[in-house]
Nanobody, 122 residues
Framework: QVQLVESGGGLVQPGGSLGLSCAASGSIFKINAMGWYRQAPGKQREVVAVITSDGNTNYADSVKGRFTISRDNAKNTVYLQMNSLKPEDTAVYYC????????????????WGQGTQVAVSS
């Protein structure tokens, strides 16, 4: 089994900062891309930021310059530092990992965390 466990999140005032982390554990041979997605009430889930195994990053236009994604490959952990938060950043944030479970296969599978709430409000 593979588990993605998220931590962080909570309530913050506009302009504030929060950090999220997500640790993957279980039968894992290799993790390819890891990323953060979010889903606001009544909206579809959208990508926030993605980081490849060699550290290349991509961000949604709405968070560029404010959010930073990083990862620690030794710990199978991905982080999201969120600065200058806005009310429109309010959503449930989900961690995603695209990984290969066994050395004898090249098949990769997407796994998701359980989600963590981020609320930006005064």
């Amino acid at each position: 089994q593979v588990q993605l466990v998220e931590s962080g999140g909570g309530l913050v005032q506009p302009g504030g900062s929060l950090g999220l982390s997500c640790a993957a554990s279980g039968s894992i041979f290799k993790i390819n891309a890891m990323g953060w997605y979010r889903q606001a009430p009544g909206k579809q889930r959208e990508v926030v930021a993605v980081i490849t195994s060699d550290g290349n990053t991509n961000y949604a236009d709405s968070v560029k310059g404010r959010f930073t994604i990083s990862r620690d490959n030794a710990k199978n952990t991905v982080y999201l530092q969120m600065n200058s938060l806005k009310p429109e950043d309010t959503a449930v944030y989900y961690c995603n990992a695209n990984l290969i479970r066994y050395f004898f296969t090249s098949r990769s599978i997407d796994y998701w965390g359980q989600g963590t709430q981020v609320a930006v409000s005064s």
